[in-house]
């Protein structure tokens, strides 16, 4: 299970920062249950909380669900 979004992002975005996360695997077994086994899942919602970049071990995975 993952916890609820905090306002990090926006409060980095509103002093001028970037946000870059990492590092991302796409093997079931590193992601959290709530993504029910789909790496692009936990892509997305990074992205849709606004991070401007992470850092994947499979980039490929990480640009498809961008």
């Known amino acids: 299970m993952i916890a609820s979004p905090s306002t990090l992002v926006k409060d980095a975005h509103e002093a001028g920062l970037l946000v870059f996360t990492w590092t991302f695997r796409s093997e079931p077994k590193r992601l959290a249950a709530s993504f029910n086994g789909d790496p692009a899942a936990e ?6 909380l606004g991070v401007d970049g992470v850092f994947s071990d499979f980039p490929d995975a990480a640009v498809k669900a961008r």
């Open 43 to 48: 892509y997305k919602a990074f992205y849709d």
